[in-house]
């Protein structure tokens, strides 16, 4: 069992910056993918970006490239996602997930955190 907890949404105007954090505790906290996914009111659940479990390898939505980075410090089992630029369209609640390899789909996943909020006012 891996468990995840998310922290540092918030709300924010559009061109600042945020930075979220998925502390991962259990057997393979620091041996798996991670990933981060959002999801809007009245929408599916999207993929962000997600990192490999040594960090060697990043995936990232086209929607964020250039303005999101995806970290992770496995001494602390800890996921950083780094959001700058953030657009109105980015609010959404963000979740972070676990899985044995990485990948854009939500069925890859085996282990999901409850989520934070993110706020972009125009």
């Known amino acids: 069992q891996v468990q995840l907890v998310e922290s540092g949404g918030g709300l924010v105007q559009a061109g600042g910056s945020l930075r979220l954090s998925c502390a991962a505790s259990?057997?393979?906290?620091?041996?798996?993918?991670m990933g981060w996914f959002r999801q809007a009111p009245g929408k599916e659940r999207e993929f962000v970006a997600a990192i490999s479990r040594y960090g060697a390898n990043t995936n990232y939505a086209d929607s964020v490239k250039g303005r999101f980075t995806i970290s992770r410090d496995n001494a602390k089992n800890t996921v950083y996602l780094q959001m700058n630029s953030l657009k109105p369209e980015d609010t959404a609640v963000y979740y972070c997930a676990a899985s044995a390899l990485i990948g854009s789909s939500t069925s890859l996943y085996d282990y999901w955190g409850q989520g934070t909020q993110v706020t972009v006012s125009s």
């Open positions: 259990g057997r393979t906290s620091s041996n798996v993918g």
